[in-house]
């Protein structure tokens, strides 16, 4: 007797160790992704970072996830997806056990680029495998909504952790709680976790991976050293052309690959590279804002590592339990309205905290303002997804999703690359000024001053003991913190607001379109599982 498409679901549902193995990957991932920004005033004080090197601690992680993801995802396809899962746990534990042990800021460097190269195996695989072991839409769409509260769940966790072990223990503790997780998710995906693959078609865009890798590299390069080397130094003028020269290699040969790492026709649909665009700049837009707290609270106010756990549970944590409200949003409306509310709040919040005074060290002028731009967050991640989806043909939905997530993920990396650039120049500017017109200074007290300021920038004069540098220097550092993170929450802001502008006027009119799409592909799906 033949089963019903009923009984055939059931039977072939995707397998319970499966969807633990992807889910605690992808919360693992993302837990080593958050978890540092929560440490930077511990950083600061105990390593002794100089000029931009606090910024790379971030960026070592976010460059490897935002160059890399989409080719993990090929390998994953090629070669088993469990595999990938395991080497990319297995990956992330090693670097996180090389940034317990550092001894100096580089060495930290090297676990944290280590660490996000095994999350850039952990983000695509999880849910390609998820995915892959569900067999109709209704499981699909079960699935993929417990991986992304996992993921969720994961932002959540990390400022807890960061804060309790960075209060209670060091922030070396924190990253051997990370690596004890990632050895758990690595076993937990050997022993439960069922292989899949899909190599029909997929293939290893070399030229592409080569040429987008060195191309964004070079550019962060040159806007993170841009405010230390000088934007006229040789080294910084060569990465922006090496930058400029590789991005342009890497559109040719994705217009020459026979399978492309980014179909770049995707970009012909309208509503889809307003969601490209905005992907980079609203997200951009967000990690900016988080990178910014995480140093107001950390290295200028020298604030506990639990007290800016707080705030990022405020721009983190709210995402999770607001995930049924803006599925229920994006079921009943264009993706576009709660796109743009997100973006206009994300804005909001900005601008509130640009106003902050950065001698208002209360936890209760942030709620306000940051609760804004997690809500706006928790709105807005989904929506770009969806945007882009539904703009393209069924068939591409998958290739949508991926750029969208490469473009997303780019975003997060320019955050705090360009906002460091900018408040730190701009603070160094400040400072400078005012040590030259303060005529309460002696010469040997401005001169120490401006050796300190030489050596490690605003933030290390803001950090020095008092018979360092005299008390009206670092009160003039950190005013002039303050000043230049206060600029930078407002360029968080205009990109916001700039977003959802553009989200409003492009896309306008294009709910009806996207409800004829939606309706085409239900009736689809139900012919789809009456024939099954």
């Known amino acids: 007797m033949p089963r019903t498409p009923a009984q055939a679901s059931t039977r072939a549902s995707l397998p319970i160790g499966t969807l633990i193995a992807g889910c ?58 469990r595999r990938l899962l395991i080497g990319g746990a297995l990956l992330l534990c090693a670097g996180e056990v090389v940034a317990a042990t550092a001894s100096g800021v580089h060495q930290l460097w090297t ?49 807890l952790l960061g804060g309790i072990t960075g209060t209670y223990g060091s922030w070396r503790s924190a990253f051997v709680v990370v690596a004890v997780l990632a050895a758990v998710s690595a076993l937990v995906s050997l022993l439960c976790a069922a292989d899949s ?3 029909e078609g997929r293939s290893l865009d070399i030229g592409g991976q080569v040429t987008i890798g060195i191309g964004l590299f070079a550019l962060l ?25 590789f991005l342009a290699l890497f559109v040719a ?11 770049l026709d995707l970009f012909r649909n309208r509503s889809f590279a307003i969601a490209a665009v905005v992907a980079v700049v609203g997200m951009f837009s967000f990690l900016g804002t988080a990178y910014a707290a995480s140093i107001r609270l950390g290295p200028i106010q020298h604030q506990s590592p639990m007290r800016t756990a707080f705030a990022f549970l405020l721009l983190n944590g709210l995402t999770p339990f607001l995930t049924p409200l803006t ?22 919040g900005d601008f509130l905290a640009a106003g902050l005074n950065v001698d208002d060290r209360a936890l209760a002028s942030l709620i306000l303002p940051l609760g804004l731009v997690g809500v706006g967050f928790a709105l807005t991640v989904s929506s770009i997804t969806a945007t882009a989806v539904n703009a393209v043909p069924v068939h591409l939905a998958g290739m949508a999703s991926g750029a969208t997530n490469l473009l997303r993920d780019f975003g997060f990396t320019l955050g705090p690359a360009v906002i460091g650039a900018v408040a730190l120049g701009q603070a160094a500017t400040r400072v400078s000024a005012s040590l030259a017109t303060t005529p309460g200074l002696s010469t040997e007290s401005r001169g120490a001053a401006h ?25 003039y550092a950190l005013d002039a913190l303050g000043h230049g993170y206060a600029i930078g929450f407002v360029v968080c802001g205009c990109a916001a607001l700039v977003s959802a502008l553009l989200v409003l006027t492009a896309l306008r009119g294009e709910g009806a379109e996207k409800t004829a799409s939606q309706a085409a592909d239900e009736q689809e799906a139900r012919r789809a599982t009456v024939t099954g």
Request: net charge positive; proline share 7%; charged share 10%.
């Open 24 to 81: 605690l990957a992808v919360c693992l991932a993302q837990i080593g992704l958050a978890m540092p920004a929560t440490l930077n005033g511990l950083f600061q004080e105990h390593l002794h970072p100089v000029g931009s090197q606090l910024t790379w601690i971030s960026d070592a992680f976010l460059l490897p996830v935002a160059v890399l993801e989409l080719t993990f995802g090929v390998l994953g396809d090629l070669f088993g997806r």
């Open 111 to 159: 676990g944290q680029a280590l660490a996000g190269l095994g999350a850039a195996a952990l983000f695509p695989t999880s849910l390609a495998m998820i995915a892959a072991g569900t067999h109709s839409a209704a499981q699909r769409a079960r699935a993929i909504a417990v991986w992304a509260s996992s993921l969720s769940g994961g932002g959540f966790l990390a400022p």
């Open 197 to 199: 693959r899909a190599p």
């Open 221 to 245: 390069y040159a806007v993170i050293q841009g405010p230390t080397d000088g934007w006229g130094s040789t080294p910084v003028v060569v990465a922006f052309t090496l930058a400029a020269v």
């Open 253 to 263: 040969a994705e217009l020459r690959a026979r399978s492309p790492l980014l179909r």
């Open 327 to 348: 599925s229920r949003l994006l079921h009943r409306l264009h993706a576009r309205v709660p796109l743009t509310t997100g973006l206009a709040l994300i804005a909001a």
């Open 451 to 475: 050796e300190v300021l030489k050596e490690g920038g605003p933030l290390a004069l803001n950090s020095v003991p008092a018979e360092s540098a005299p008390g009206a220097a670092r009160t």
